[in-house]
């Protein structure tokens, strides 16, 4: 199987855009709604700590503080994505590729072997997939030489009949040729008409 199947390559990160897209617009939404939850704890945290300023000097406050981590969010969230993207890419890459490989089968197109990368998951399913193929392939082989049926036998073929061997006599033997029928043996009857003929 390793010398039908080339070494598994995978260069796109973003394989199935409906699954992996949606576990990163997840994870943008998860991670801009933690950075607005801390960031409204550290701000009533502030105006709460000091009550002899107003709302819109803490506001300034805050906003300065924002200059120093506010960047490392930015920063940080490309990350995030990019190794998310990553890791689905580890099983969304392998379903794919099963998806294409059973719907080649399906429409009765040529399906090769599938070998996943060894990072990736689900590499017993490449196994399966495999085992089920080959069954496959050999009943519709064997489905197709049923439908073509029996080989016919040649036209020169020819058939023995013979009598049990306590029986035999020279004339017991009959050759039946293809498209020719055997000649029938005289009756009784006619065999006595043939003696008196002879006699006469």
């Known amino acids: 199987m390793d010398k039908d199947c080339p070494k598994p390559t995978r260069l796109r990160l973003l394989i199935d855009r409906e699954v992996q897209g949606a576990l990163l617009i997840r994870t943008v939404l998860y991670s801009l709604s933690g950075t607005l939850y801390m960031g409204c704890v550290l701000f009533f945290s502030q105006a709460l700590s000091s009550s002899q ?11 300065l503080d924002m200059l120093y981590w506010g960047p490392g ?3 940080l969230l490309p990350l995030l994505a990019h190794d998310l993207l990553r890791v689905s890419n580890r099983f969304a890459g392998p379903i794919y590729r099963l998806r294409t490989e059973m719907q080649r089968l399906v429409d009765g197109r040529e399906a090769g072997h599938v070998k996943f990368r060894d990072s990736d998951y689900c590499n017993d399913l490449a196994t399966l997939y495999n085992q089920l193929r080959e069954e496959l392939l050999e009943h519709r082989a064997e489905a ?15 058939l023995f009949q013979a009598k049990p061997p306590a029986e035999l ?9 293809s498209g020719e ?8 009857d006619v065999r006595k008409a043939q003696l008196q003929e ?3």
């Open 73 to 75: 969010l930015v920063v």
């Open 181 to 188: 029928a055997p000649p029938a043996k005289p009756t009784e």
């Open 144 to 158: 197709l030489k049923r439908s073509e049926g029996p080989t016919p036998l040649p036209e020169s073929t020819e």
């Open 53 to 63: 300023q107003s709302w819109w000097q803490h506001l300034a406050a805050f906003s």
């Open 198 to 200: 002879e006699v006469a």
């Open 169 to 177: 006599e020279e004339d017991d033997w009959e050759v039946v040729t």
